[in-house]
C-alpha cells in the first residue's frame, strides 16, 4: 500500500460537504491543477490534496482519471450508503495510519469495533508514531468525525456501526482500492477474491467483521475482473422468443447458495447503476421516437424502427477498464445477433452504448468498431444526451446526437 512519504494529512478534515461538492465538479479529462484552482474558489484549496491521497487516480500527466470511484459517486451518488462505505475503506487500505489505528485500537480481537475505543482520546497516543502529540489529537478526532459523518458510526446512545456486507459495497470498495495498489499480485487478488484478501490478512476488522463473519462470504468475485465466465453466464434458451417491454431492474445484492454468492454475469450487470442509467437513455429516446423498448434474459435492450431493428448493449466503464468493457460488449452482440436472428430480422444495428466516451488514446475504438458493424456510443459527459463520434446510422437518427 501506500508509502509514508506519500500519506496525506490527517490534521485537516473539511466537512465532509466540501469534500462531495469538489468531487462532484471533477469532469472526464480534467486536470488536478484545474481542480486545485476550482477548489480555491468554490470550495476549499487543501480538499484537491486531501481527496488525490484518498480517493483519486491521477495519471502521469496529471489528468483526473475517471475511474470506478468516479463512476460510482456519478451514478450512485456520493452520499450514497454504499458509496460512504467505499470511500471509508479505501482511504483505510491506501493510508496505514488510519487501516492500523482501526486493526489495532477500535476492532477487538474478534474485529468487531468497540464505541467506546472510537470515541476515547487517549487512542490518540497510537498515532504519534507518525504525529506530534497535538497532531495525534486532531488526527484521532477527525478519523471519528469522517466516520460519523459518513454515516458509519452513528453516536445516539450507546452508538452503533454500520458496515454491514449485504449490499456487496465490499466488491465495489475492492475494485477501487486495487487500482491504486502497484503490486500486481496483490491487485489480482483484491479484484478475483476481496473477502479472502483481507481474511489472509487478519483485516476482517477493517469491516467490523469477525473472521467467520466475512469467511462467509469467501467465494464473492468481481465479474469485471477474471471471471470464469463459462460458470457465469447461463445457458441461453433453445428457442428464442420476442422479449418482454423494458422496465428498470431494481438493485440486488448476490444470491446466498451454501454461505458463498453465486453471481449470474448478465444479471449482476444489470444491477448496476450506472448500467440502468445507459438503459434508461437508450430506452427514453427510443419510446420519444415513438418506438418499443424490449428485452430478454440477455439482451438489454432493442427496438424496431422503420430502418431496422437496433439491439443494444450497455457496458458501465472507467478509463481503467474501457478498452476491455468494449471487448466484451462486441463479443456479446455478435452472439446475440446470431443467435436471436429470427428475433431481431435481417435488418439489425449493432449498438454499444458505454458510459463514458473512450479515452484520446483509445479513440481509434470508435472507426475500429464501425469495421465490425458496431456503432460505439456514449453518455454526454455531464449531461443525458448519448453522443457518438461515428457515422450515424439511418436507425439511430433522432435518437444520438454527433459528438
Known amino acids: ?18 469534500l462531495d461538492a469538489t468531487v462532484r465538479a471533477i469532469t472526464p479529462g480534467m486536470r488536478y491543477d484545474a481542480l486545485l484552482a476550482y477548489a480555491a474558489k468554490n470550495t476549499l484549496d487543501v480538499v484537491p490534496g486531501l481527496l488525490a491521497k484518498r480517493f483519486l487516480l491521477l495519471d502521469s500527466s496529471n489528468v483526473i482519471v475517471y475511474d470506478r470511484f468516479l463512476s460510482l459517486a456519478s451514478t450512485e451518488g456520493i452520499q450514497s450508503p454504499r458509496v460512504r462505505k467505499v470511500m471509508y475503506l479505501v482511504w483505510a487500505l491506501r493510508d496505514e495510519r488510519v487501516r492500523r489505528f482501526i486493526l489495532e485500537r477500535v476492532a477487538d480481537r474478534d474485529g468487531k469495533w468497540k464505541i467506546s475505543a472510537l470515541r476515547s482520546k487517549a487512542n490518540s497516543k497510537f498515532l504519534e508514531e507518525w504525529l506530534q502529540p497535538s497532531s495525534a489529537k486532531k488526527a484521532r478526532s477527525n478519523i471519528e468525525f469522517f466516520l460519523q459523518e459518513t454515516g458509519i458510526y452513528d453516536p445516539k446512545g450507546s452508538g452503533s456501526i454500520h458496515l454491514e456486507l449485504d449490499d456487496d459495497w465490499l466488491l465495489e470498495a475492492m475494485q477501487v482500492a486495487a487500482q491504486h495498489e502497484p503490486d500486481p499480485a496483490k491487485r489480482a487478488a483484491m479484484t478475483s477474491a476481496p473477502a479472502e484478501f483481507l481474511v489472509s490478512r487478519r ?60 453471481m449470474n454475469y448478465v444479471a449482476y450487470e444489470r444491477a448496476g447503476r450506472a448500467h440502468q442509467l445507459l438503459e434508461a437513455l437508450m430506452a427514453e429516446a427510443a419510446t420519444g421516437k415513438g418506438y418499443e423498448p424490449l428485452n430478454n434474459e440477455n439482451i438489454d435492450l432493442y427496438f424496431e424502427t422503420p430502418s431496422g431493428t437496433v439491439l443494444a448493449e450497455m457496458k ?14 462486441v463479443s456479446q452482440l455478435l452472439e446475440y445477433r446470431f443467435f436471436y436472428r429470427d428475433v431481431l430480422g435481417k435488418t439489425v444495428s449493432s449498438v454499444l452504448v458505454i458510459e463514458t466516451p473512450p479515452p484520446r488514446e483509445k479513440a481509434w475504438l470508435v472507426e475500429f468498431l464501425g469495421t465490425v458493424g458496431v456503432t460505439l456510443i456514449w453518455k454526454e459527459p455531464g449531461g443525458t444526451r448519448l453522443v457518438t463520434g461515428a457515422t450515424i446510422p ?6 444520438v446526437s454527433p459528438a
Open 316 to 329: 458501465s466503464c472507467h478509463r481503467n477498464n474501457v478498452h476491455s468493457q468494449i471487448r466484451r460488449g
Open 203 to 262: 483485516w476482517h476488522g477493517l469491516v467490523n467483521a469477525t473472521l467467520q463473519e466475512l469467511g462467509s462470504i469467501v467465494g464473492l468475485s468481481l465479474p469485471e475482473g477474471e471471471p470464469l465466465e463459462d460458470t457465469t453466464i447461463e445457458l441461453i434458451p433453445s428457442k428464442p422468443g420476442r422479449g418482454k417491454r423494458w422496465a428498470p431492474t431494481e438493485p440486488k445484492a448476490g444470491r446466498r447458495r451454501g454461505g458463498t454468492f453465486q
Open 394 to 399: 439511418d436507425s439511430l437518427r433522432g435518437l
Open 1 to 18: 500500500m501506500a508509502k509514508r512519504s506519500s500519506l496525506g494529512s490527517l490534521t485537516k478534515e473539511p466537512p465532509l460537504a466540501t
